[in-house]
């Protein structure tokens, strides 16, 4: 959370856009148990890989916990974050991350956006992400909720 206090207090000295982005791979527990766990740590390698490649200077992505990714998004509005997070939604939905998967079932994110606005701190930008991230969960997985 250090880094993220840290854009959160920039973001509201300088009047900056700051958003963050909260992914969560759809059904990893039936994953896990389907494929096994070398497979599930596959998976996470390979997406947070994929996560990691999508980082421009001054992001950052952080494993959040479980299965979740955390990715802080300095100079991005609620619009470009949304925007961001879909093609990593699509990039991650068109990759073959294991050799045991089947390439016809790829491997999907849900993922919430949150938008710094005047009064919120770190847990609370990271709260509206996440209920985000549960509204993309129960509207079908695989899409991204603002």
């Known amino acids: 959370y250090t880094y993220l206090t840290e854009q959160v207090n920039i973001a509201k000295h ?3 856009p700051l958003s963050v982005a ?4 759809d059904k990893f527990k039936l994953l896990n ?3 096994g766990h070398l497979v599930g740590d596959e998976v996470l390698k390979a997406f947070s890989h994929i996560l990691k490649n999508a980082c421009r200077p ?3 992505v952080a494993r959040y916990g479980g299965e979740e990714f955390l990715m802080v998004l300095p ?3 609620k619009d470009a974050a949304y925007n961001r997070a879909n093609e990593i ?3 991650l939905e068109q990759s073959y991350l294991s050799p045991e998967l089947p ?4 491997v999907t994110i849900s993922g919430g956006v949150a938008a710094y606005a005047d009064g919120l701190n770190e847990e609370k930008l990271v709260a509206i992400a996440d209920e985000n991230l549960y509204a993309a969960k129960e509207g ?3 899409r991204i909720v603002n």
Not at 22 to 25: E, G
Not at 103 to 106: E, I, L, N, Q, V
């Open 58 to 60: 001054g992001e950052i």
């Open 14 to 16: 300088n009047s900056s």
């Open 89 to 91: 939604r699509e990039c």
């Open 103 to 106: 390439k016809d079932k790829p």
């Open 140 to 142: 079908g997985r695989n």
């Open 33 to 35: 148990d389907n494929y």
């Open 22 to 25: 909260l992914f969560d791979i």
């Open 75 to 77: 100079g991005l509005d």
